[in-house]
Structure formats: C-alpha cells, structure tokens
C-alpha cells in the first residue's frame, strides 16, 4: 500500500472540465481529464481529500491493475497476481460488475466469475454476491468493477460506498428531486460564492439552497460521511482524521448571506428545512411557502450588498406535469428574474431538459452544459439581468 494510488474521480456527463477544476481547487494534481470522469495519482492523503472535498463526482474508485487479456487463462492469471489482500477483509462480502465493449471477452457473467474465483482463493477473502446485483446487502459489500474495452482490462475497487452525491442529509425529497452534484455544478456555473445571496423560488427539497448554503460556510461535501475505504485492510485512520480536521478548519462561522428557498407546497417546505438541519447548515438559509408567481422580494436579499443569484429546478414536462402547461411558469420565473434586477444585476441559473422552456422566461439564458440525471437528458443554463 506504500506505492501510490492511481484513483479515478466518475461524473456525471458534460460536468468533467467543472470537475476538474474542482480538484485543483481543492490543491490536487489532476492528471489528466477523460470522458466520464478525472485520474490522480497520489497516497492516501489525497484520496480522502477527494472524497471529503469532492462536491461534483460520483463515485471514487482505485486502479487495482490494467493488463491486456484475450483468453480467460489469461485473465484468470493476471486476477491471481493480485493481491486481493489490500483491498479486501476476509470474509467480506463483495460484489463485481463488469462491462466489455470491443472485446474477444465479453460475457460479463464469465468475467465477473474469473474475479469471484481469483479473490476466494487468497485465504477465502471474498464472499462472493451475484455478479452486478443493484440491492443493497445487508453486510457492507466491497464493489469490485472490471472495464474491459478493446481487450485491455482494468479492475478498480470503490472507495466511496454510496454514491458520492448522496451526502447523507436528504432522507426526504419532493417530487423530481434535483441531485446534489448537479445542484454544485450549477452554482459553480453561475459563479457561486460565498458572500452571495440566493434565492430559489422552486425550492422543493432545498437541495440547491443547502448546496449554496455549504460553499457559503465552507462545508465540505463528504465531511459527515463514512466510506467505503475505511473497511480496507490498508486503511489509515490517522491520515483520515487529518484529512477531516482540516477540512473542519477551513468552514467558516461568520459572514452570513441571504440563502432563500421558496415553494408553493408547505411540506416540500418542512422537508427542506428538516435537510438544512441534517446538512448543518440549518442556521444559514430560510426556507417559505410562497408560489412562484408571488414576486414580493425578501427584504434582507434586497439589503443585500454583493451578488445576488436567481436559481431553479423548476417542473419539467417529463416527470412533472406537461410541458405545454410549463410555459406560464418558466415565464414567471423570466419575471420574478426582472422583478429582482431593478434592484441589482443578478446572476441566473436554470436547470431545465426544453430549450422551448428555458426560452420562455424571455432571459436569454445560454446552455452552459449538457448532462444527465436519471435518464433524462439536462441543460444548466445560465444568464445575466440588470
């Protein structure tokens, strides 16, 4: 384990540049940027920074190996090279998933049995589950994955557990919730700091406020989560609890700014406050029960000297409601956006899949990035008023 670690950052689609300026942020050398995600090399100082620190990734994985195989006995002679013993407790439970493109291997199943096998043959380390099953085991699970494109295999073990967008303090969520990383990619596209204020009119869980909330106090992300890493062997407690003591210095507890959710439905409001509370950041942000088309400004964001940001997620045709019957709504959004310009310039952000949608609040609003979230494809468009 005293070699470095080769460690991949996964993302969702169209966000790997904003990641990857993220991590340099963050003080870390980024390799190189490839499709779906960002590599580093470093110890394990580094990977807990990345996953304390890192707001836009997914999911965090170690290369264990990356060899070239065309025949299983190949294969099966390289996975026994490995030295599982790192990565993997005995008895652990694990779970593999495989994928295969271009490859003279390409029965996953066959794939992920080779590993399966080779990991149960060190000292009876892995209990094997079945092969890229999406329940959750009652045990903490190791997750094994296997690329093999164009027959150079490459296995990595997660280092994350959960996904690392799921921060641990949306337990609940209203309808068609916005996912934390795209939440951060946003604010990060319309340049989110921490002096600003904010005001989502379509709050629904709060996760875009909460997000704004934790830049604004200096939160990271991953700071009250546990991961997967720490059940490795080779785990290093006391680099961890340094790594976590300094991300605990760097929040700030003064310099307060107007963060304002609002949402028509009263228990989309409570929910959003009870997350605030489990994100530690309940303190920083208010949340009410307005509707969009109320363009009444809170008084403390009008006082507000600095930057102002108009941000939403508001319904898409898709998942909520029809997308003829959205345009009344987008408008009032390209209002309320006036409405608060004559006060200040405001930065302004929108996540919506229909450029019909995003024209319709009259702002000129410019699709910064393309990416996905749960099957749909998103645009995070962003714009300037005032």
């Known amino acids: 384990m005293s070699e470095p670690l080769r460690i991949f950052v996964a993302c969702a689609p169209g966000l790997e540049p904003i990641l990857a300026d993220e991590l340099r942020e963050l003080e870390l050398d980024v ?150 990383d795209i939440a951060r990619a946003l604010l990060r596209l319309v340049g989110f700091e921490a002096d600003w204020g904010l005001l989502d009119p379509v709050a629904g869980s709060g996760t875009l406020v909460i997000e704004a909330a934790t830049i604004a106090a200096g939160r990271m992300p991953g700071i009250g989560r546990e991961f997967a890493c720490q059940r490795w062997p080779g785990f290093d407690a006391r680099v961890l609890a340094s790594e976590r003591a300094r991300a605990s210095a760097s929040q700030q507890e003064s310099g307060r700014t107007p963060l304002i959710g609002r949402d028509r439905n009263e228990g989309a409001v409570a929910i959003a406050i009870a997350n605030a509370e489990r994100a530690g950041v309940g303190d920083r942000v208010q949340f009410e029960a307005r509707s969009l088309g109320d363009r009444t400004l809170p008084s403390d964001l009008r006082s507000h000297i600095g930057n102002v940001a108009l941000v939403g997620n508001p319904p898409w045709g898709q998942r909520v409601g029809d997308v003829a019957r959205l345009r009344n709504l987008y408008a009032s959004f390209g209002q309320l956006a006036r409405t608060l310009a004559r006060e200040r310039p405001i930065k302004i952000g929108l996540v919506s899949p229909d450029r019909m949608l995003a024209g319709a609040t009259g702002l000129g609003l410019t699709a910064r990035v393309w990416t996905d979230q749960g099957g749909t494809r998103i645009g995070l468009w962003t714009g300037e008023l005032g």
Request: proline fraction near 3%; hydrophobic fraction near 40%.
């Open 31 to 180: 390799e190189r940027s490839l499709p779906g995600g960002a590599e580093l090399v470093g110890g394990h100082d580094l990977l807990y920074r990345v996953l304390l620190g890192c707001g836009l990734g997914m999911r965090v994985l170690v290369r264990v190996a990356a060899f070239v195989a065309r025949e299983f006995s190949k294969l099966e002679r390289e996975l026994d090279r490995l030295d599982w013993a790192q990565w993997i407790r005995a008895g652990e439970s694990i779970e593999v998933r495989v994928s295969a493109r271009r490859s003279r291997l390409y029965h996953t199943g066959a794939i992920a049995e080779r590993v399966e096998r080779a990991i149960a043959r060190q000292n009876e380390l892995g209990v094997p589950l079945e092969s890229g099953e999406s329940g959750e085991s009652a045990e903490p699970t190791t997750t094994v994955y296997v690329r093999n494109e164009g027959d150079r295999v490459e296995v990595s073990v997660d280092a994350c557990g959960p996904a690392l967008h799921k921060r641990g303090w949306r337990l609940e969520s209203g309808k068609a919730p916005l996912r934390e």
